[in-house]
T-cell receptor, first 116, second 112 residues
């Protein structure tokens, strides 16, 4: 069975600072990897995803993530955060589970607060 | 614009009552999902469906039923609502099982 760990429940950074949100997964093969963002009172929206190829993937609003297979990690990064980036960020792992089915597992999320 | 629409957006129910949450998608997606969000637990899958008239159990199906009468519509039914089912519920759709999920805005359910 797969699992996802986001070790930081809360992260606070100053506006303009760089950001890294950590995500580690457990799965025997190479899964599909996602980062979603949830703004207050809204559903989740996709930031970026990795299926294969270049391990560094670019997403919306200047976010990027790097898949490091040897470390089973998929950390999210941004060079300079803006106050509007304050939200909850979820890492998710999708893996084939038989037939035509995939199992998607979410981490518990990291609440990002950007301070002025 | 393609979208996932949930109704109602919020609901207060009494313990032991029946609750139906509805979801409608215009994405032309085969897969639809119901998730529950609780503080500290992230999102947990309740039921999903990949074809009309068929539903599958997710990770926490107990106390919930699902219905998929058409490709566009997917309902979550709480036959006997309990206090522990107070949560925010999200519906989502995807083109295939490993694809991006598109979420609705959520339904905030309070069971009293």
């Amino acid at each position: 069975a797969q699992s996802v760990t986001q070790p930081d429940a809360r992260v606070t950074v100053s506006e303009g600072a760089s950001l890294q949100l950590r995500c580690k997964y457990s799965y025997s093969g190479t899964p599909y990897l996602f980062w979603y963002v949830q703004y207050p009172r809204q559903g989740l929206q996709l930031l970026l995803k990795y299926y294969s190829g270049d391990p560094v993937v670019q997403g919306v609003n200047g976010f990027e993530a790097e898949f490091i297979k040897s470390n089973s990690s998929f950390h999210l990064r941004k060079a300079s955060v803006h106050w509007s980036d304050s939200a909850v960020y979820f890492c998710a792992v999708s893996a084939f589970s038989g037939g035509s089915n995939y199992k998607l597992t979410f981490g518990k999320g990291t609440l990002l607060t950007v301070t002025p | 614009e393609a979208a996932v629409t949930q109704s109602p957006r919020s609901k207060v129910a009494v313990t032991g009552g029946k609750v139906t949450l509805s979801c409608h998608q215009t994405n032309n997606h085969d897969y639809m999902y119901w998730y529950r969000q609780d503080t500290g637990h992230g999102l947990r899958l309740i039921h999903y469906s990949y074809v009309a008239d068929s539903t599958e159990k997710g990770d926490i199906p107990d106390g919930y039923k699902a219905s998929r009468p058409s490709q566009e519509n997917f309902s979550l039914i709480l036959e006997l609502a309990s206090l522990s089912q107070t949560a925010v519920y999200f519906c989502a759709s995807s083109y295939w099982g490993g694809d991006t999920l598109y979420f609705g805005a959520g339904t905030r359910l309070s069971v009293l």
